[in-house]
């Protein structure tokens, strides 16, 4: 089980962070990918971290705002949102994948939580 927590409504160029913990697998077995939907349009990937955290990749409109990152001895992933524009406004996600590198390709993920919607206002 993937539980997502951390959304919120939250004024543009403000922060949040997004917790993902799991449960029912070996957490430090699977890599974790951050990705979002917004009203209307396809889920998009935002951010991956490999199975040991030593790896990341990052879509186009996170790079520079978005950090990801792991604690495997607490079976979490994170993402750091810093300075939130509007068309951030979305539910956000998290799954695991055993490619055995971070992907942003959101079919090369199989086991999805549910989301935290994340709300950013002008």
């Known amino acids: 089980q993937l539980q997502a927590s951390g959304g919120g409504l939250v004024q543009a160029g403000g922060s949040l962070r997004l917790s993902c913990a799991a449960s029912?697998?070996?957490?430090?077995?699977?890599?974790m990918g951050w990705f979002r939907q917004a009203p209307g349009k396809e889920r998009e990937s935002v951010a991956a971290i490999s199975w040991s955290g030593r790896s990341t990749k990052y879509t186009d409109s996170a790079k520079g705002r978005f950090t990801i990152s792991r604690d495997n001895a607490k079976n979490t992933v994170y993402l750091q949102m810093n300075s939130l524009k509007p068309e951030d406004t979305a539910v956000y996600y998290c799954a695991q994948s055993a490619l055995g590198y971070p992907s942003i390709v959101v079919t090369d993920y199989d086991y999805w939580g549910q989301g935290t919607q994340v709300t950013v206002s002008s």
């Open positions: 029912g697998r070996t957490f430090s077995d699977y890599d």
